[in-house]
T-cell receptor, first 110, second 115 residues
Framework: GDSVTQMEGPVTLSEEAFLTINCTYT??????LFWYVQYPGEGLQLLLK?????DKGSNKGFEATYRKETTSFHLEKGSVQVSDSAVYFC?????????FGTGTSLTVIP | EAGVTQFPSHSVIEKGQTVTLRCDPI?????LYWYRRVMGKEIKFLLH????????ESGMPNNRFLAERTGGTYSTLKVQPAELEDSGVYFC?????????????FGPGTRLTVL
């Protein structure tokens, strides 16, 4: 069945460090891929998405490229800030239902 | 524009009791979804409404869970009787359209603790 596997956390980085959170997926058909972020005390917010192979989603300095050959959608940011501390969820959608990864907790320290 | 709201934000109940969670979607969104995240695990789909009709309830764990969306506006999710394994965060989401490209907008979740 459809599923998402993402990097286990928690991840702790210093401010301005480079961030990568790995995400791979298994899906029948051609899914859309998403990264959602949950800041403390808030709901999940869409961070970025890509709807077809080789598409790059980007937002707030974060990027992820839809790689069909490696079934991956890794999240990257060149220089993290304290305000990026949150839980990040990779997800796919092949129709009406989202499949999420387990979430990766990121803490950025000054 | 108001986002998806959920009530209550936290609920602590004893095993065997009943709890009802409420979700108010974004106005005009016909599609409403319920998800659950059990501690440390992935967020899992429970069910999907289109207006007042259940489009897909394949993720509902068992018949102790009952979801309704009378009138096609807000939705409730009742757990009766609650068991320990029902503890987790219950998220509601809504979207304008169906299909793989549509963003789902999530509420803040209801944290349910069953003692």
């Amino acid at each position: 069945g459809d599923s998402v596997t993402q990097m286990e956390g928690p991840v702790t980085l210093s401010e301005e460090a480079f961030l990568t959170i790995n995400c791979t997926y298994t899906a029948t058909g051609y899914p859309s891929l998403f990264w959602y972020v949950q800041y403390p005390g808030e709901g999940l917010q869409l961070l970025l998405k890509a709807t077809k192979a080789d598409d790059k989603g980007s937002n707030k300095g974060f990027e992820a490229t839809y790689r069909k050959e490696t079934t991956s959608f890794h999240l990257e940011k060149g220089s993290v800030q304290v305000s990026d501390s949150a839980v990040y969820f990779c997800a796919l959608n092949t129709g009406n239902q989202f499949y999420f990864g387990t979430g990766t907790s990121l803490t950025v320290i000054p | 524009e108001a986002g998806v709201t959920q009530f209550p934000s936290h609920s602590v109940i004893e095993k065997g009791q009943t709890v009802t969670l409420r979700c108010d979607p974004i106005s005009g969104h016909d599609n409403l979804y319920w998800y659950r995240r059990v501690m440390g695990k992935e967020i899992k789909f429970l069910l999907h409404f289109v207006k007042e009709s259940k489009q897909d309830e394949s993720g509902m764990p068992n018949n102790r869970f009952l979801a309704e969306r009378t009138g096609g506006t807000y939705s409730t999710l009742k757990v009766q009787p609650a068991e320990l394994e029902d503890s987790g965060v219950y998220f509601c989401a809504s979207s304008q359209g169906q299909g793989k490209g549509w963003e789902q907008f999530f509420g803040p979740g209801t944290r349910l603790t069953v003692l």
